[in-house]
């Protein structure tokens, strides 16, 4: 069968993905090098369409992992299941992409339990193995496999961090959201609005993420905004758009969600 690395990256369905620096270079250098990566960066802006772009271009089978607080190490590696009446070994998405090589992403890694960091180590040094004890054996991570990493540093409490030790086992690149006219760029691409709406809602959306008087733990992701335009892409009125797309996910208070509203819906008319 041929290798979908070897067709070029035109004829391969690349997911869109704008570059704002030089992430896309770093990506392919760490790959080639065999280093892992660590994303940082706030919700919604961009790191998995990054990674699922990046793997497409280099042609990799991609595992991703959105992490929460009972991922255990088990979930990555596998586990025996019972099928047809006999016991069986399936292995994990992080197993699967060291035998058969390819991108395993680990999202929001810190939301994981302490356990998934420790099976994580062995493949971040020069070693790059995977040891499995309950099947006895340990795989070596072929050259065409990669880790990657994210988390939101914004977001995190001491109880949810990445330790040192495990940071400075990583490359990292941090992401925010895109300036003014890339991230207009990206509306119009992914909602099909005309360049005039697609400027307005990010206008909005920056505009939220400015407010320092409320108490927002994030403010709106180029992901919201996304929602927002393909909403009024459908036909929804731009009001209601806004409220169902910027206003309501940011918070459940009603004092807080009143003063969004005065501070965007201004800039509408």
Known sequence: MTNPAARPAQEREIPFYRPVGNECEIFQKAFELKLPLLLKGPTGCGKTRFVTHMAARLGLPLQTVACHDDLAAADLTGRYLLKGGETVWTDGPLTTAVRHGGVCYLDEVVEARKDVTVVLHPLTDDRRILPLERTGET??????????????????????SLKPSTRQRFLALSFDYPPLDVETEVVGRETGLED??????????????????????????????????????????????????????????????????????????
Do not use: H, W
């Not at 919201?224 to 797309?245: D, F, R, S, W």
């Open 139 to 160: 795989l070596e991570a072929p050259g065409d496999f990669m880790l990657v990493i994210s988390y939101n540093p914004g977001y995190q409490n001491i109880l949810k």
């Open 196 to 269: 005039g709406k697609a400027r307005l809602i990010v206008r909005l959306a920056r505009r939220l993420r400015s407010l320092k008087d409320y108490d927002l733990e994030e403010g709106a992701s180029t992901r919201l905004v996304i929602y927002c335009g393909n909403l009024m892409a459908a036909g929804v009125p731009i009001t209601e758009a806004i409220e169902a797309a910027l206003i309501e996910p940011l918070s459940d208070d009603e004092d807080v969600k009143a003063g969004l509203r005065e501070a965007v819906l201004a800039l509408v008319d």
